[in-house]
């Protein structure tokens, strides 16, 4: 009898698990109405990407790297 207890408890607690596992996953998701304020300007990884482009080739040009972002050459600025 005593076995069939903690058998019962130990399927209680992995369901209880399991149940918490994948509830969480249930509120994930964009809304329709959310749309338009991750659609803006200021909610991309990188807002203003060729801004940040040039910035990348002017850091790394005068930083006399070589290579790094895609962009070979050294520190003269003429790449």
């Known amino acids: 009898m005593n076995n069939r207890i ?8 992995f369901l209880l698990s399991a149940l918490a596992l994948f509830s969480g996953c249930a509120g994930m998701g964009v809304k329709p109405w959310e749309h338009d304020l991750l659609a803006q300007e200021a ?13 990348d ?13 895609s962009y070979g050459g050294g520190g003269c600025g003429c790449n």
């Open 43 to 55: 909610m991309q990884l990188d807002p203003k990407p060729v801004q940040s482009s040039y910035d």
């Open 6 to 13: 903690k058998l019962h408890k130990i399927r209680f607690c």
């Open 57 to 69: 080739h002017i850091y790394f040009s005068k930083e006399a790297s070589s290579g790094g972002r």
